[in-house]
T-cell receptor, first 114, second 117 residues
Framework: AQKVTQAQTEISVVEKEDVTLDCVYETRDTTYYLFWYKQPPSGELVFLIRRNSFDEQNEISGRYSWNFQKSTSSFNFTITASQVVDSAVYFCALSEDSNYQLIWGAGTKLIIKP | EAGVTQFPSHSVIEKGQTVTLRCDPISGHDNLYWYRRVMGKEIKFLLHFVKESKQDESGMPNNRFLAERTGGTYSTLKVQPAELEDSGVYFC???????????????FGPGTRLTVL
């Protein structure tokens, strides 16, 4: 069965610290897709990244980076030099090639203190 | 380009009443999805339309929920009669259709917060 686990319920750091949000997934499919979404206090779900199972290359976008490791079934998200505006709930999600549904983790609430 | 829009943003109703949520997808997106997050739980899939057809409604909790997408444009999700456990945030998303399952990125609306008293 498919499952996404975000074990960190809440993380609180001081501005400018680096922070890593963990995501572990389970799937039987060999082709699947992993996503991160951000939910700021305003409530909308903002797409951040999609990763295909056949591409394990890490990705960097500004202060954001993602580490995809199939060997540990993890897709972790790191924010470098965090800012107050990064405060939000971050969701990791999984979809499979055979299925349009997104399977969601419980989310990690990130609090960046000034 | 306009994003996914949802109306209303917030709805408060009494148990037993009917509520209809509306979603307007991104123009040109054939796929439309409904999800919901009830208090303290994960976001859960409800159903998926391809144009006007229901492709997958395996997540619909019971027959009090009815979703439609007439003409393949906007969609409505009706809850009749509403129960206390229906309270939560209802998200709508849309995506283009590559014809390959989960490969399409889903873009979400701001959600409708439903409170049933």
């Amino acid at each position: 069965a498919q499952k996404v686990t975000q074990a960190q319920t809440e993380i609180s750091v001081v501005e400018k610290e680096d922070v890593t949000l963990d995501c572990v997934y389970e799937t039987r499919d060999t082709t699947y897709y992993l996503f991160w979404y951000k939910q700021p206090p305003s409530g909308e779900l903002v797409f951040l990244i999609r990763r295909n199972s056949f591409d394990e290359q890490n990705e960097i976008s500004g202060r954001y980076s993602w580490n995809f490791q199939k060997s540990t079934s993890s897709f972790n998200f790191t924010i470098t030099a965090s800012q107050v505006v990064d405060s939000a709930v971050y969701f990791c999600a999984l979809s499979e090639d055979s299925n349009y549904q997104l399977i969601w983790g419980a989310g990690t609430k990130l609090i960046i203190k000034p | 380009e306009a994003g996914v829009t949802q109306f209303p943003s917030h709805s408060v109703i009494e148990k037993g009443q009917t509520v209809t949520l509306r979603c307007d997808p991104i123009s040109g997106h054939d796929n439309l999805y409904w999800y919901r997050r009830v208090m303290g739980k994960e976001i859960k899939f409800l159903l998926h339309f391809v144009k006007e057809s229901k492709q997958d409604e395996s997540g619909m909790p019971n027959n009090r929920f009815l979703a439609e997408r007439t003409g393949g444009t906007y969609s409505t999700l009706k809850v009749q009669p509403a129960e206390l456990e229906d309270s939560g945030v209802y998200f709508c998303a849309s995506s283009q259709d590559s014809g390959r399952g989960g490969t399409d990125t889903q873009y979400f609306g701001p959600g409708t917060r439903l409170t049933v008293l």
